[in-house]
């Protein structure tokens, strides 16, 4: 069995779309406040581990689809890159959605799909995991279809004689119902307080618009 490193170099992977709409339940915000690299900082100085990279993943919605979200998110992943964290985003896809209204009528409306993202994120994962660059994972998100890849990631831990450790982190509060991490991970729980301590001062949302 491999020994416990006594100095942890940590990477966080953070769902951007995850830990907003988790975070939107929990705590009750309505737009992505929060601070990726703050985030990664607290977490890590919560568990005595050295922040070695923040990675960031997201999906953006097209300037024609939504002019107000397209322009929030290309200027917080502009920031984010400033401030040194590793950004990946791709375009959302768009379908139709029916829903059906009180009375027996319904209504159809867009709504925007991530494709790719987490994939991309799961194969970063297990890249790093290979390369050696950490000892801690952590994952910002909810997302079980993530079980995959942290199976991966124990088991080049094995084959390689390597002290791996896996976590999941999402905000937590007695509104919010979802109360799993993912399956197989150590449960980083953010509560409110430690949430607040990690928001972003800058509003990124343009004043001349309104949301789609």
């Keep these: 069995m491999a020994s416990e490193p006594s100095s942890k170099q940590a990477i ?7 830990l907003f709409y988790a975070a939107k339940e929990a705590f009750g915000y309505t737009y992505p406040n929060y601070d990726p690299k703050k985030l990664a900082e607290r977490i890590c100085q919560q568990k005595g581990w050295q922040l070695a990279e923040t990675r960031f993943y997201t999906g953006v919605p097209d300037p024609q689809d939504s002019a107000f979200w397209h322009h929030f998110w290309t200027a917080k992943l502009a920031q984010m890159g400033r401030l040194g964290v590793t950004t990946f985003s791709r375009p959302l896809r768009y379908r139709n959605e029916t829903v059906q209204l009180p009375g027996g009528k319904t209504h159809t409306h867009l709504v925007g799909q991530e494709k790719g993202v ?13 390369e050696g660059v950490y000892d801690v994972c952590v994952v910002v998100s909810q997302d079980q ?24 982190a999402f905000p937590a509060s007695p509104t919010f119902k979802n109360r799993w991490g993912i399956n197989k991970t ?16 800058r509003d990124y949302r343009p004043k001349t618009t309104s949301p789609a």
């Design 12 to 18: 966080l992977f953070i769902d951007g779309q995850n």
């Design 118 to 130: 987490d994939i991309r994120m799961a194969l970063d994962m297990v890249r790093l995991a290979h």
């Design 145 to 168: 279809d993530m079980t995959e890849a942290v199976e991966e990631i124990k088991r080049i831990a094995r084959e390689k004689h390597r002290w791996i450790r896996v976590a999941s």
């Design 186 to 201: 150590d449960w980083i729980k953010i509560d409110r307080s430690m949430y607040d301590a990690c928001l972003d001062a």
